[in-house]
C-alpha cells in the first residue's frame, strides 16, 4: 500500500435509495476517498449501488461501524433512523456525514448532538446549499459589507412538482422539510440568528395536503436581532420549472444570486426573443453542490479542522422550522428557542 492510499479516508454509506445514490458518486469519484462499503435494508438495492461504484454491500450494519476498517460514514438512510447512526458513529469513534434533519423531534435531536459532541467525533450536516457557487459569492459580498448593513432578505424556494401525498405524510411539513434549507441559508449568509418568524400558508396545488396539516404555498417573515427582515417564500408547484434565487438589500446596495436557466442561448426573431427556462427539478439546479458538500467534509478529515456545517447549525435551523410551523398552525409570530445546547 502507497503512502497516498494510507492518506486516503474509508467511507461506508448507508442508505442506497435516491440520495445514497447521489453520494455514492460523490464518494466514487473523490480522489481522496476510499469507497467501501454500502448498506441498505433492502440488500439488493445495497448490492446494486455497491457494484456500480466499486464498493461493497456489507452483509451487517456492524460492518459499518467497524472503526478498523472504516474513519467516516454517510448517513443518507430515512429519517427515523439518523439519530441512530449517528449515536453509533460516536460509539464506534467514526466521522459522520448525515442528511437533515437530525431527528425530527427537536428535542430529540439536541440530546443526539450532545451526546455526539461528547464522543469527539468529525460530524457535518449536509446543507448542500451553502456550497452553491452563486449563493456563497453573495454571502461572501454581504459578509464583507459590500452592501452595508443587511435591510432585507428575500429567498425563493419553488418547486415544480408537488410530492406525493406518501411523502408528505412522512416529511413532517413543508417549513422541516423544504423550508428548512432557506433558515439555514439565511442565519448563514446574515451570520445572525432570527428571533422572530411569521408564517402564512394556503394549499393552492392539492387540497389534500391539508389532511397532513401541510400547505404547498407559504411566505415566511423572519426578524433579525438588529430588526432586519428576511423573507422565505416557498412553493411546492410552479408551472415554469424549479426557482431558486437570493437578493439581499443592505444599507448601501444590494446583491443578488439570480434564478438560473437551464442554458444561455437566446433566440431572437423579430420584435421578439426566446430564451431558455429554468431546471425542469430541483435536483437538476443543485446537483453540484452535493460533491462540493461531500468534499468540504472530507477535506475537513484530511485537515483535522471542523467541517464547515456543524451538528449546532443543523439544530438551529430546525429551532426556526419548528417555530415557523407553530406560528403557520397558531396564525401569530412566534418567539424562535434556539436551546441552551445551541451553540
Known amino acids: 500500500m502507497s503512502e497516498g492510499e494510507k492518506q486516503m479516508q474509508r467511507f461506508a454509506l448507508i442508505g442506497a435509495g435516491f440520495i445514497g445514490a447521489v453520494h455514492a458518486a460523490s464518494l466514487a469519484a473523490h480522489p481522496g476517498v476510499r469507497f467501501e462499503l454500502v448498506y441498505d435494508v433492502a440488500t439488493d438495492r445495497a448490492e446494486a449501488l455497491a457494484t456500480t461504484h466499486g464498493a461493497r454491500a456489507a452483509a451487517d450494519i456492524a460492518e459499518v461501524f467497524d472503526p478498523d476498517r472504516i474513519d467516516a460514514v454517510v448517513i443518507g438512510s430515512s429519517t ?13 469513534g467514526i466521522a459522520a456525514f448525515v442528511e437533515k434533519p437530525i431527528d425530527l423531534d427537536l428535542a430529540a435531536a439536541r440530546e443526539t448532538v450532545a451526546y455526539v459532541r461528547r464522543s469527539g467525533i468529525v460530524a457535518m450536516v449536509d446543507f448542500n446549499r451553502r456550497f452553491d457557487r452563486d449563493h456563497a459569492e453573495l454571502r461572501r459580498v ?14 425563493s424556494s419553488r418547486g415544480p412538482a408537488s410530492p ?18 432557506f433558515f439555514d441559508l439565511a442565519r448563514w449568509i446574515c451570520a445572525a440568528d432570527p428571533v ?16 397532513y396539516g401541510d400547505v404547498d404555498t407559504s411566505v415566511a417573515t423572519l426578524r433579525l436581532p438588529d430588526g432586519g ?12 420549472g424549479y426557482d431558486e434565487r437570493i437578493e439581499v438589500m443592505g444599507a448601501s446596495g444590494l446583491v443578488e444570486s439570480r434564478r438560473q436557466a437551464c442554458g444561455n442561448v437566446v433566440r431572437y426573431g423579430g420584435v421578439s426573443a426566446v430564451a431558455d427556462g429554468l431546471h425542469p427539478g430541483w435536483f437538476e439546479r443543485v446537483q453540484p453542490t452535493y460533491a462540493a458538500a461531500m468534499g468540504a467534509f472530507v477535506q475537513a478529515l484530511e485537515d483535522g479542522t471542523p467541517p464547515p456545517v456543524s451538528l449546532e447549525d443543523g439544530l438551529k435551523a430546525q429551532a426556526i422550522a419548528e417555530a415557523a410551523t407553530a406560528s403557520l398552525r397558531s396564525g401569530r409570530p412566534e418567539s424562535i428557542d434556539y436551546g441552551s445546547g445551541a451553540a
Open 142 to 155: 454581504v459578509q464583507a459589507g459590500e452592501v452595508g448593513a443587511v435591510e432585507l432578505v428575500q429567498l
Open 196 to 211: 422572530e418568524v411569521y408564517v402564512t400558508g394556503s394549499a393552492l396545488a392539492d387540497a389534500r395536503i391539508t389532511e
Open 80 to 92: 427515523d433512523t439518523h439519530a441512530e447512526h449517528l449515536r453509533r458513529a460516536a460509539d464506534a
Open 229 to 240: 427582515l428576511i423573507q422565505i417564500d416557498s412553493i411546492r408547484r410552479t408551472g415554469y
Open 164 to 181: 406525493p401525498l406518501e411523502y408528505v405524510r412522512v416529511s413532517g411539513g413543508q417549513m422541516r422539510d423544504q423550508t428548512v434549507h
